[in-house]
């Protein structure tokens, strides 16, 4: 599946891939390979990669609860992915609800995420640069 193809759908869904189904439901047309199973670290949601190394799906007993695209997270027409942190809050529209703290990782990058809570996003930014995106279902208190 082209890149894009995988546009974000606030609470909906990124790409073809629907927030609330079942990830079997995906397994015959897409490459799916597990990466950590449910239960196993501390939000307790299994890992798999999705149709490639650019795509990470998030399961809850089964289900899709999120998905992150490391190549093309399509919105309101253009690809987060690329965009330098202004032109991701301006496309945006407002300024994130959180930028949390940056996080330095193995292979010595530090990347900085950016919050949208009520959209239930979330991008890592890394030398200005947004680098991933990911998406979860919209959950209501």
Not at 65 to 74: A, E, I, L, Q, S
Request: net charge negative; hydrophobic share 35%.
């Amino acid at each position: 599946m082209k890149g894009t193809d995988w546009k974000w759908r606030p609470g909906v869904s990124v790409g073809p891939v629907k927030f609330g189904v079942s990830l079997q439901d995906y397994q015959a047309d897409f490459d799916v390979a597990l990466i950590e199973p449910e239960g196993t670290d501390a939000t307790g949601w299994g890992e798999y990669e999705f149709g490639g190394e650019d795509k990470t799906v998030w399961t809850e007993e089964g289900k899709i609860v999120g998905v992150r695209c490391d190549d093309f997270f399509g919105y309101k027409g253009k690809n987060l992915i690329g965009m330098s942190e202004a032109e991701f809050i301006e496309h945006m529209g407002r300024d994130p609800d959180e930028i949390g703290t940056s996080v330095e990782y193995e292979d010595g990058s530090i990347q900085t995420p950016f919050e949208y809570e009520d959209l239930a996003l979330e991008v890592w930014s890394e030398d200005g640069k947004i680098v991933c995106a990911s998406a979860t279902e919209i959950v209501n208190d």
